[in-house]
């Protein structure tokens, strides 16, 4: 570290490179975040479709940049080069401002084309740029010492990623994302696809004419599943209970008897449904022996809801305590009520049609009805407007902001390509003349 930091050249480089790739490394992950929460309006599966094609772009995009690279770089030198990536990157930092498009958006593919190829510019010719470094050294010393200026070059990169992942989760807080509402309306929409699951099994049951010993097997196996299932869930009930007991809530102070009693209920309705699978799994084994269809088929349709409702009392907690955490932001933020009062209305109308869900009904209407409910819980991750505004402006801002100060480093970067090309001629005559 000593032997590299006497040399100006090389400080001017390393904080170039080091300032630019903070800016960028510090909002990487907000770069997934803005697809997923602004674009596609908290929609993942869209939102990771998108950063799919992303990532397909910027690895292509990586490999063909290769070639202009390789005929920019000798006729303008690498520092001008090096200048004409960042004002490359800073280009689709502010083309962001019109390609994060909720009604267009693919345009994202246009920053991502921009930034893949000023990355690759910039990366190459910073690493390429420690070898003429080396070449000045050896001229003024007589050393050749690359190990020294890589390691150093790579140890500042490296510490450097090691920073970003700490501020990155600090740029989330500071923009005021709501992770636990997001957490929460996961819990819902697992425990719907859980329902869904489970009803696209019993639809291939097709009445009495399907009612034999293997779907009696299947409905045994299925049984055991649900009983196991209501048994965990009444230990995580449990542990709930005792929890809520120390509970406080100052924005909301009958919050945790309303959670007391929520639990208490699905602690009531899911020991009930766990005695009549039990009663039902007894069933089955008696059936075993007798084997008539039209029996077999009366435990089948009684066990199709049985099988369900646990998962239904899951997905009603979790609905209970995603509008409990909207009740307490919309007191919390003033600013944002409207966003809250919005989302509240329209968890109450999941809720509802969860509670009004009719299990004894056939699977192909109960599909039906879940599907339509799992496409309206997907909107209950959007976040507030100040939050989606803050996380453009940090995720665009912040690259251009430190981009100003590696431009600023680089042109105090005094080694020219000129220079280079001297440094290499005397380093060769000086070889010369040693062999002579």
Known sequence: MKRTASNRNFIMLTL??????????????????????????????????????NGTIWAITGVLAVFPLNWISPKLGKRNTLTIAILLMCLAQLSKIVCYNPTYPYLIIIPTFLLSAGMLFFFTLGSSMVGDICDEEELKTGYRVEGSYYSVFWWFIKMGSALASFVAGALIVFTMFDETQVTKVDKIQGSVREM?????????YKGVTSANKEWLENTKTQTSEAIQESKEYLTYLGKELLKNQDETNVLLPEYPKQKKDALLSAS??????????????????????????????????????????????????????LMSRLEDKSLETKNSKNHYQRLIQEVTGVNNRLVNLNTTSSPDSMEKELGSIESDIMPLTQQTP???????????????????????????????????????????????????
């Not at 990487?28 to 990771?48: E, R």
């Not at 390509?417 to 440094?423: G, V």
């Open 16 to 53: 170039t490179i080091f300032t630019l790739n903070m800016g960028f490394a510090f909002v990487q992950l907000l770069g997934s975040y803005i697809p997923i929460f602004y674009v596609f309006g908290g929609d993942k599966v869209a939102g990771a479709y998108m950063l799919a094609i």
């Open 386 to 436: 100040y939050t989606l505004l803050m996380m453009r402006v940090v995720e665009i801002g912040l690259p251009l902001l430190l981009s100003i100060f590696s431009i600023f480093f680089l042109l105090r970067y005094s080694l020219t390509e000129k220079r280079s090309h001297e440094i290499k001629d005397l380093l060769r005559q000086r070889s010369v003349t040693r062999e002579a």
């Open 196 to 204: 869904r699951s489970k009803v696209q099994y019993w639809e291939g």
């Open 268 to 321: 009531s309705t899911t020991q009930t449904t766990m005695a009549e699978l039990e009663q039902l799994q007894s069933q089955i084994e008696t059936a075993k022996s007798e084997i008539q269809p039209s029996g077999i088929d009366s435990i089948i349709r009684r066990a199709i809801p049985l099988t369900l409702h646990t998962k239904m009392v899951k997905a009603r907690i979790s609905s209970f305590e």
